[in-house]
């Protein structure tokens, strides 16, 4: 005999679905990151690195990077049977950056990947979610090779609020990344009850 769902003792939950960005500068490991961790085959929009970009995609430090995302990654990870993100993956360079509006798009919040031989990199990502006010995490991507810094160096660098979460994370490694989003996910939760908060009050 088949069972439905409900038959099976619990009722069937319908989960919250939230909306992640993942952002940051080129060949930091953004469609690493969402194809570890999704649940169903990644989409990407993978384009070849061309001779012709040598100049302007910089390459130093990924150079085993042959593709670049040129519209988005897409990927879902159920964190509980009641909660279920959804992942946008950015491009990374920065003639693809005019999708960056519509992604973010109803966007819950953002990780910002960021790789300590190039912090510079991120500067553009941090700064535009600061100015729309979506909460965001940093995710250091610890490369092998790279050097570790203090948090604090780290923070002070990328001229960080003391507010925003500062984490580590492998963006290979499915836990180490489901921990960053879980960060993100609280993190923007606990923004958005101070924020309720503060009308309120
Ligand atoms: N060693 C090491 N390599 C990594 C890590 N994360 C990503 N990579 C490698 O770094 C390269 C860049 O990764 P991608 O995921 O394509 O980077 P991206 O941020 O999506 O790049 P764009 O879309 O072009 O901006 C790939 O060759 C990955 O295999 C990491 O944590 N450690
Ligand atoms: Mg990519």
């Given amino acids: 005999m088949i069972f439905g769902r409900s038959e099976r003792g619990k009722p069937p939950v319908e989960p919250v679905t939230l909306k992640i960005l993942v952002a940051g500068g080129f060949g930091v490991g953004k469609t690493t990151l969402v194809g570890a961790v999704s649940e169903i085959r990644p989409l990407r929009t993978e384009e ?3 001779e012709a970009g040598r100049p302007v995609d910089d390459v130093s430090g990924v150079e085993g990077k042959h593709t670049t995302t040129v519209a988005m990654d ?3 990870i159920t964190l509980r049977e009641d909660l279920v993100l959804y992942l946008f993956g950015t491009p990374g360079q920065e003639r693809f950056w005019f999708m960056w509006d519509e992604l973010s798009e109803g966007a819950l919040g953002a990780v910002v990947l960021a790789d300590t031989r190039r912090l ?4 553009a990502a941090v700064d535009y979610f600061e100015r729309r006010s979506i909460p965001f995490v940093v995710g250091v991507n610890c490369f092998e090779g790279a050097a570790r810094y203090p948090e604090q160096d780290v923070r002070q660098a990328l001229d960080l609020d003391d507010g925003v979460p500062l984490l580590l994370c492998d963006a290979r490694d499915r836990e180490s990344v489901k921990e960053t989003l879980i960060g993100v996910v609280q993190h923007a939760m606990a923004r958005a009850a101070e924020r ?3 009308v309120t009050t």
């Fill in 48 to 50: 070849l690195l061309t």
């Fill in 74 to 76: 897409f990927g879902r």
């Fill in 120 to 123: 510079e990199d991120c500067f």
């Fill in 196 to 198: 309720r908060q503060a």
